[in-house]
């Protein structure tokens, strides 16, 4: 959104100057308005580069700002000397900067929506819909404790499922790392070995299958190493595409196992962002809008999208949920339920509390599964290795004592 700079007379007759972030000229003067000003001229001014820094920013450092927030607020202080008592106690840098520079921004007239806009790679949409509901509503204390609690238990989330999946991606690449010293190190010292005893021409057929496997890994490193980088460097080209970002999305809503996973994640973070809209007094279709948003895979993404459509259209939210064919049937019935009963908030909420449990019982259940699995592919791997190689030292052992 653009700024412009504004001049008004207060109701004192004071001529108070400032900028304020608005969509037009029309809603400066409304705002002005509403602050008891009678606005004398509004000029849009070129626009200025904002401070967007997101990066150094936690999601504790973000719960901890936000419960505080609402604390003071609650407690009668001015918006503004609640951002300064704040932006003053921030260790992090980044924050304290990004926190003065909403401060300025409020100062000059915007609103504390608008001017947490400013900073979205810290303040997402979902945040600051949720902020305009309740400096709509008066209702910004409630409003942000309900969004410290939202992403407390989204971090929660995304913690359980980050950690399950922690093990076997190290698992994997011990892997990796063992099979290639044993292939590119240890088998080629063990076949000099035979040479040197003679043995070469009389050795078992694993032993034989396994060196030939190590001299074909060898000789291909030189073209190995630029395929892997080639084909990383492609399935990103493709995925950056939106026919391909989709095709993948799709592919792991069907995986067996992880699939289903994936679907619990993408349900129970569904319910809970779209819960908590509601419950704060956003409206249903500007709901769906930052909820498809902030889905994480564009399949759910169209099928909301489509939703809404429908919504617009005079329909109700569980048939076009029905028909995408993206969300479990049960879900969808409870969400039906809960449009009839006229309590869709208290049922989205439900639903998510359920599914949250269903997904930490899924998470621990593939953990369970790819552990041992992985465990014993690679003890197979290192076990036929070492067999391959110390068949051939029993062979000369053997004979060295007939002799």
């Not at 892997?175 to 005893?197: H, Q, R, S, W, Y």
């Not at 909301?304 to 969300?327: H, Q």
């Not at 009963?341 to 509390?353: E, F, I, P, S, W």
Request: net charge positive.
């Amino acid at each position: 959104m653009p700024d412009f700079n504004w001049e008004a007379r207060a109701r004192n007759g004071e001529i108070r100057k400032g900028t304020m972030t608005a969509d037009n000229i029309n809603a400066v003067e409304q705002r002005l308005r509403q602050q008891q000003m009678t606005p004398t001229t509004i000029k849009k001014k070129a626009r200025e580069l904002n401070i967007t820094l997101g990066s150094g920013v936690s999601a504790k450092e973000l719960v901890v700002f936000t419960r505080q927030f609402a604390t003071m607020i609650d407690a009668g202080l001015p918006l503004v000397q609640c951002l300064d008592i704040l932006a003053g106690q921030q260790e992090n840098k980044i924050f304290k900067n990004v926190l003065k520079d909403i401060k300025s921004s409020v100062e000059q007239g915007a609103t504390f929506s608008d001017s947490l806009r400013r900073h979205p790679k810290i303040f997402d949409e979902l945040y600051t819909n949720l902020v305009h509901a309740g400096e709509v509503g008066g209702i910004l204390d409630t409003i942000l404790n309900r969004l410290a609690v939202y992403i407390e238990k989204n971090v929660k989330l995304m913690r359980q499922v980050r950690g399950a999946m922690t093990y076997p991606i190290i698992v994997i690449f011990i892997m990796i790392g063992v099979m290639f010293v044993l292939l590119t190190f240890v088998i080629p010292a063990f076949e000099n070995m035979f040479k040197d005893f003679g043995a070469k021409d009389a050795l078992p057929k694993i032993t034989v299958m396994v060196i030939w496997v190590s001299k074909t890994f060898v000789s291909s490193l030189p073209f190995l190493i630029p395929a892997v980088i080639a084909m990383v460097v492609g399935v990103g080209a493709f995925y950056r595409r939106p026919k391909g970002k989709r095709f993948i999305h799709k592919l792991l809503l069907t995986l067996p196992v992880i699939g289903g996973v994936i679907r619990k994640i993408a349900v129970a973070r569904f319910t809970r962002t779209m819960g908590t809209l509601l419950q704060s007094g956003v409206p249903i279709l500007d709901a769906l809008e930052v909820v498809a948003k902030s889905a994480g895979n564009v399949v759910i993404e169209e099928g909301l999208m489509y939703a809404r459509v429908k919504i617009s259209e005079g329909k109700n939210l569980a048939d076009p949920l029905l028909e995408t064919k993206v969300f479990p049937t049960m879900v969808v019935q409870m969400i039906a339920v809960g449009e009839q009963t006229g309590a869709l908030d208290q049922m989205l909420n439900k639903v998510a509390d359920f599914y949250e449990e269903e997904t930490d019982v899924a998470v621990a259940a593939l953990t369970s599964m790819i552990e041992p699995l992985l465990m014993v592919v690679v003890g197979g791997m290192v076990g036929v290795v070492l067999m391959a190689m110390y068949m051939p030292i029993f062979s000369l052992a053997g004979a060295m004592k007939s002799e």
